[in-house]
């Protein structure tokens, strides 16, 4: 049968791609996957048909990438990818089986793994982006700091704006009897660690979590709780927070419907931390090795062609389709070409505000999964100390550069990318001071990274 399968997706990969995708944007598709001659030496495939979810944000590109561009079809792959409500919705079915793997936020196999919330043995053989989040206010906080926000010599605002120009803000808001109350997407996103860190760099304590109290709002001066990220706008609009941190393009949607200002970006927050991975749980990968192989081929090549600057405006127009992010055209842009809008009309170029594949990008090393485990336990959500070790070893079974080795060397065979793009590692990238607030960061010192920080846990070593 598997024999046959494979013949077949040579000789009608028209036909097969028809039944596979339906739709408006069959034509397209054919035409993409039909005229081009595939390098690919296919696997055996366990598992052909799959079904993969995502949340409707620009750095699910990959899997969109992979799909459209006919990346997974040359893997033998018949993918659906399907828009999930909620980050919880995601963690559940990826987990049941009712997903075979998603885009997910990095922290939530690492959570599953650790002990926190709800468990499961989940793997990431692939990171998807780096950097891609941003910290939004509404116009009334943003009219507030931005007197204590230093200019430039033509009045601009100098970048990046530090949380110690909300600082006065906060006070203002207490003094009047209001609680001031931020939004974030979950609480193992990378942007509740990264409004946090924000935060506590300039002395605004985010709060604590502990084992009997999971909402994380103990101490707390700025109140944080969950918000969907396609809801963040409208939330925002409402009044029941005064400020966000999301992935794009939810920032720049604040912009374009002219109801809050975008005052930083994760890049000045930690300039090229990870973002997104692809997780699938341990049992599939055990039972569809071949499987995860190829799907990690194609979303590595999705990312290579995503990271060329002359497919991002196709990229753009993809992303805004009903099916994937459905944001409008020049919204998405306004992040996604090389650009970042704060204060609208303050259009600033980032070109490395959405990274998919250069510095390493899709490489899943243990020392992103380690920054995570440290917020984890700096803010409470690991309520007990933990040895160094037990950093090290969490991670080793979560995050799974072998199987980005495998298919990486595949792609190498077949000249769909250099050796170069191998990184010559141990799975952990230098020591880095690249932070807001200058603090350095060693993953093989996870305890000591843990006690540099004023606010949250202190450990001994």
């Known amino acids: 049968m598997k024999s046959l399968f494979k013949k077949s997706t040579y000789i009608l990969p028209v036909a097969m791609l028809l039944f596979a995708c339906g739709g408006k944007e069959t034509k397209k598709e054919t035409t993409t996957v039909g005229t081009k001659v595939s390098k690919t030496k296919q696997l055996e495939i366990e598992k052909p048909q799959l079904t993969f979810g995502f949340i409707k944000l620009t750095d699910m590109a990959p899997l969109a990438i ?87 010599g033509s009045g601009k605002p100098v970048h990046p704006i530090k949380a110690d120009a909300l600082k006065p803000v906060i006070t203002e808001y207490k003094n009047s009897g209001k609680a001031f109350k931020m939004g974030m997407v979950f609480p193992v996103s990378t942007h509740n660690y990264e409004i946090r860190y924000w935060l506590a760099a300039a002395g605004i304590h985010p709060g604590m979590y502990t084992k009997e109290n999971v909402q994380g709002q103990i101490d707390a001066e700025v109140l944080l709780s969950v918000t969907p990220p396609p809801q963040m706008p409208a939330t925002l609009e409402a009044g029941t927070i005064f400020g966000y941190c999301v992935g794009e393009p939810w920032n720049q949607q604040a912009v374009f419907k002219g109801i809050g200002v975008p005052v930083v970006t994760n890049y000045d927050i930690w300039k090229n931390n990870p973002e997104k991975v692809f997780v699938m749980t341990e049992k599939f990968i055990e039972e569809n090795p071949n499987t995860a192989v190829a799907v990690t081929k194609a979303l590595i090549r999705a990312g290579k062609w995503l990271d060329k600057p002359e497919n991002r405006q196709e990229a753009v127009k993809i992303l805004s389709m009903s099916q994937y992010v459905g944001a409008p055209v020049e919204v998405l842009a306004n992040s996604m070409t090389g650009t970042f809008e704060f204060e609208k009309g303050d259009k600033r170029k980032m070109e490395d505000f959405n990274v998919f594949y250069k510095y390493n990008a899709t490489y899943p090393f243990y020392s992103d999964g380690i920054w995570f485990l440290t917020q984890m336990r700096r803010w409470g959500q690991i309520p007990e100390a933990k040895s160094a070790d037990w950093y090290a070893s969490t991670i080793k079974d979560i995050y799974r550069p072998d199987i980005w080795k495998k298919a990486a060397a595949l792609l190498v065979e077949e000249g769909n990318i250099p050796a170069t793009d191998i990184p010559a590692t141990d799975g952990y990238k230098p020591a880095t001071a690249d932070f807001i607030d200058g603090t350095t960061y060693d993953a093989k010192d996870p305890i000591g990274y843990i006690n540099s920080f004023k606010i949250g846990n202190k450990d001994k070593k």
Request: no cysteine.
């Open 66 to 152: 992979a799909k459209e561009k006919g990346f997974f079809e040359d893997e033998g792959l018949f993918v659906s990818v399907e828009a999930q409500s909620n980050w919880k919705n995601v963690l559940d079915r990826v987990i049941d089986g009712q997903l075979d793997g998603s885009h997910m936020l990095a922290g939530q196999p690492i959570a599953a793994g650790a002990g926190f919330g709800r468990q499961a043995k989940l793997v990431t053989p692939f990171s998807m982006d780096l950097n891609g989040n941003g910290i939004t206010v509404s116009n009334d906080v943003w009219s507030k700091m931005k007197p204590n926000v230093p200019t430039d």
